[in-house]
């Protein structure tokens, strides 16, 4: 009897394996699971939970997911004066048609512009660096502080909020901000009582970021 089940699992066996192995062929899962394994959060197995997820539900689901993610590889760029995200050559941050407002908040990154505007806490222009000073894939060039400068005059700006997180860079950034706009007239200002150290903006709560920014603190009586 155990001699039979022996032969029965080594038949069965070969067979699961083939299976297995042609499935594992299927390059265009292959790759997806590579890619969707880069998203934050995602590993291997939450990526083929995912792309079965995806892949059961072609016309729901992949289709449009498929046709909106040509449209935005094809239409959304990142601004060449604010750094926001913007479709073909319309940047919402930077239109004026709605009435042109006195503030600029300056962010490192988009994820921090979207929790900022979710909270309705600030109403005015974004400024987003794309990285902070200190980190080996930015440069000084790429944080646009030029276009800053330009809009701080042209747009007659009252203040400038610097939003970045309390880390080594982000202070590293906000004094280098300062001293680039110190000719200006603009008051700059930092988020106070409320952003921990080392804390991330896109990380806090609603509270967190109002009391943040109610408390900011001025940098034009900083000394140099």
């Known amino acids: ?12 066996c070969p ?6 192995n042609r499935m594992q062929k299927l390059n265009e899962i292959e790759e997806l699971i590579k890619i969707i394994s880069k998203l ?11 792309i079965l997820k995806i892949i059961s539900n072609k016309e729901d689901i992949l ?3 498929a046709n909106t993610l040509n449209a935005t590889y094809k239409n959304i760029t990142r601004c060449s004066l604010c750094g926001s995200l913007k479709s073909v050559d319309i940047c919402k941050n930077c239109n004026t048609s709605k009435g042109k ?10 994820a921090d512009q979207w929790s900022i505007e979710s909270s309705g806490i600030f109403d005015g222009y974004f400024h987003v660096l794309g990285g902070t000073i200190g980190t080996t894939t930015v440069s000084k060039k790429n944080l646009l502080l030029d276009s800053l400068l330009e809009k701080v005059d042209k747009e007659k700006i009252e203040e400038v909020i610097i939003a970045l997180s309390a880390s080594v860079e982000g202070q590293t950034t906000t004094y280098y901000i300062k001293d680039i706009l110190k000719h200006t007239n603009v008051k700059i200002s930092r988020l106070g009582q409320g ?14 970021l109002f009391s943040a920014f109610k408390n900011r603190t001025g940098l034009n009586s900083d000394s140099d």
């Open 1 to 12: 009897m155990r001699k039979f089940q022996k032969q029965q699992a080594g038949l069965a």
């Open 40 to 50: 934050p959060g995602l590993g291997p197995k939450s990526a083929k939970r995912i």
């Open 101 to 110: 407002k006195n503030k600029i908040c300056v962010v490192e990154n988009i």
């Open 195 to 208: 952003l921990p150290v080392g804390g991330e903006i896109e990380s806090l709560d609603d509270g967190t």
């Open 15 to 20: 067979v699961l394996s083939g299976h297995y």
């Open 63 to 65: 289709k449009p997911m």
